[in-house]
């Protein structure tokens, strides 16, 4: 689907949108990162889709969630979940948990994609050019590394948030006229699922010092004990512990002083 065919109203809407990206990270918590940003680029939409401000607070609230991926990617995801929130509201019957599905299910990957693109690949081929530009005296290297270094990703960001809104509008009405949006949503799921089990892993570490000995030599290493049982077990029990209090409503700020405690303590007392 060419942008040229979407409606005038939605082009404004998604350049809107577009503009608003530029906010994503103005508002950063370890809780949410870029959540408070997502959910004001996705307002346009909301309030013209959404009539009563029940349903508009609702899908507020709905993209006010943990989203983080890098920068220059973010728009093509918010166009997604744009095309989601118009089908949403059409149809009565829409699976609404697929839209968060679709967004969690998106952010790692692209954050992959992104980060070797634009960090990896043309950050390093801009400076290079700019380093040689600098090396002879040249003035305009640093004005060529600004410029170079923000083009591409601005291109990618303007058009990708096109490109969402009609991929999404397209294939999203495909998947629902055709009843796979149930599977479209469990698959989403379960992508998600996987990538915030790999940031558990590599995020939330737990060794412990404690190893005890009779006369010098060690009978009982703890941290080896724990990893013969199962590798990474400590973590991921308190990563499930920290799920279950916040399903019970205990606040994240509070819970992330009581873990920022908790690892005072253990390092105090000498146990990790």
């Known amino acids: 689907m060419k942008i040229t065919k979407l409606p005038q109203e939605e082009k404004k809407l998604v350049k809107s949108m577009f503009w608003r990206s530029l906010t994503l990270y103005a508002s950063v918590n370890p809780a949410k990162q870029g959540a408070n940003g997502f959910a004001y680029s996705m307002l346009p939409f909301i309030n013209h889709f959404y009539k009563t401000e029940d349903q508009q607070a609702e899908a507020f609230l709905r993209h006010n969630v943990y989203f983080n991926t890098t920068v220059p990617m973010a728009s093509f995801v918010m166009g997604i979940a744009a095309s989601m929130e118009k089908e949403n509201s059409e149809k009565p019957d829409f699976d ?8 969690t299910s998106l952010m790692g990957p692209l954050a992959g994609i992104g980060d070797s693109i634009f960090m990896g690949v043309w950050r390093v081929l801009i400076a290079g050019i700019a380093i040689s530009l ?74 412990t010092k404690l190893d005890f000995k009779i006369q010098g030599e060690s ?54």
């Open 96 to 103: 609404v948990s697929s839209i968060t599905a679709i967004k």
């Open 219 to 272: 009978v009982l290493n703890v941290q080896e004990m724990l990893d013969s049982l199962f590798v990474g077990i400590v973590p991921l029990l308190l990563t499930l512990l920290c799920f279950k209090l916040l399903n019970k409503k205990m606040s994240v700020t509070v819970l992330m002083v009581l873990i920022i405690v908790l690892g005072i303590l253990l390092s105090v007392l000498g146990i990790a």
């Open 134 to 207: 600098a090396q002879s005296g040249n003035i305009i290297a640093p004005i060529f590394f600004a410029i170079g270094f923000s083009s591409l990703p601005w291109v990618v960001r303007y058009y990708g948030a096109f490109l969402g809104y009609s991929l999404g509008s397209k294939y999203i009405e495909r998947l629902y006229s055709e009843g796979l949006i149930s599977i479209l949503s469990k698959a989403a799921s379960i992508v998600g699922l996987i990538m915030v089990g790999a940031m558990t892993s590599s995020m939330v570490m737990f060794d």
